[in-house]
Structures are given as structure tokens and as C-alpha cells.
């Protein structure tokens, strides 16, 4: 058994912090009954009602998004900065992003509300590998390739390690680099180069797992029918 909030988030249809807000709302029903108990358990064969429709669940979506600069990825900004919702308005059911790019970070966000996907993807058991295109101030070297890939403390104890990282092109003042992560820590890359006073000057994520990036252009998305294999 399980209690109406997960049963709810479960279902695709929103978010736990949504369901809560809803059961708290008294606008939930069970077998008929208002239910106010967030931690209510629901039997197999409970009658479930949200806002006074039967509970079913949603189809699976998956949506590959290129995310611009300067747009962070939560659907309400405290601050009130731009966020990426207002590029998905098209998208009338719930989904929400797997892992988060920053605010002066681009490139591939998926959004589902498969939470089962989100999970894997996210989880650092599973090592799914995350591809980007990284520009840095001055010159990186060989040797300083060779001093990221043994790992680098970026805060307090908290190792990166790389799993590939590749010189892609250079001039006189930058460096274009491939850099692979096998899991995402926050800001990982920025606080990885900064150790190295060589600081991001634009980061572009162009892959996730089986998921590319591929020709769409920012603040466009695309839907997939469904996910490739991995």
C-alpha cells in the first residue's frame, strides 16, 4: 500500500509538492470522502478522485529541450527570474526536468513525467554519462587534462573526475574542450574549472544518456514516441 501522495505523483499527473497541496486543498477524494491526511493509504481497490475527476494515469512524455542562457529551470523563481516554463507552454500535462542546468548554462533538458526514467537518469549508481561542450579562459593543456582525469577537489573534500576530456579547439585566449561526466554534482564543471583558474565562459550540454541534443535550436523542443534503449 501506498499513501495518496505518492499514489497520486505516481500517476504522472503532478508533482509529490503538488499532491500535497491538493490534498491539503481538500481536493482529493477517497471511496467518495474528502481525505486531509497526507499520509492516507490507499488500497487496491480505492476510488480515487482529484479536483472531482477519477485519478487515471497519464501517457508517458518525453520531451528533449534546448535550453537557452539566462532562464533557470524551476517552474517559480523567488527572484523572479525568466524560467524555461515559458518557452513549454504548449505542454498542457505535468513534467518536470531531469537534473537542472544553471541559469548561464544551455543545451539538452528532458522533460517527462516518467519518474521512473528521471530516477535512473539522475542516480549516481547507474552512471549515466553527460556530454558537454565547454569553453574556458586561457590556454588547457595536456598535462592539465591529465590533472582533471586523476580528479579534482571542487569543494571541501568533493572530488571531479572526469570521464573523458577532450581539447576540441584553441586561439589565444580559450579553449574548447568535450568534457564527459559520468553523474552531475552541482555546478561540477564551473567549480571544476575554476580550481584550475581557467573559468567557463559558455557550457553547452549536448547529451544525456541515450538522449542528443541533436539540430534543436534554443528554446525549441522536441517530442519523442518513445525513449531509446540504454
Not at 539538452?108 to 521512473?116: A, C, P, R, S, Y
Not at 561542450?133 to 582533471?148: M, P
Request: hydrophobic fraction near 35%; proline fraction near 5%.
Amino acid at each position: 500500500m501506498h499513501n495518496i501522495i505518492r499514489t497520486i505523483s505516481k500517476s504522472g499527473i503532478c508533482s509529490r509538492k503538488q499532491a500535497l497541496e491538493l490534498v491539503k486543498a481538500g481536493k482529493v477524494r477517497i471511496n467518495g470522502r474528502t481525505v486531509l491526511n497526507p499520509g492516507f493509504k490507499i488500497g487496491k481497490t480505492d476510488r480515487i478522485q482529484v479536483n472531482k475527476k477519477p485519478l487515471t494515469r497519464a501517457g508517458k512524455r518525453y520531451i528533449l529541450f534546448h535550453k537557452p542562457p539566462g532562464y533557470v529551470t524551476t517552474r517559480k523563481d523567488n527572484l523572479n527570474r525568466p524560467t524555461i516554463y515559458e518557452f513549454l507552454k504548449d505542454i498542457s500535462d505535468w513534467v518536470f526536468p531531469v537534473g537542472r542546468l544553471d541559469m548561464h548554462s544551455e543545451g539538452l533538458l528532458i522533460l517527462t513525467n516518467d519518474t521512473k526514467l528521471g530516477n535512473v537518469l539522475t542516480d549516481p549508481r547507474y552512471k549515466i554519462m553527460r556530454t558537454y561542450n565547454v569553453l574556458v579562459t586561457g590556454d588547457i593543456t595536456d598535462k592539465d587534462i591529465e590533472t582533471i582525469l586523476k580528479g579534482i577537489d571542487i569543494r571541501r573534500g568533493e572530488i571531479s573526475r572526469p570521464k573523458s576530456v577532450k581539447i576540441v579547439s584553441k586561439n589565444d585566449v580559450a579553449t574548447c574542450l568535450e568534457v564527459v561526466l559520468r553523474e552531475g554534482k552541482n555546478r561540477e564543471i564551473r567549480r571544476l574549472f575554476e580550481a584550475l583558474n581557467k573559468p567557463v565562459i559558455r557550457l553547452i550540454r549536448t547529451k544525456f544518456g541515450p538522449f542528443s541534443l541533436g539540430n534543436i535550436e534554443p528554446g525549441k523542443w522536441v517530442e519523442l514516441r518513445k525513449i531509446p534503449v540504454f
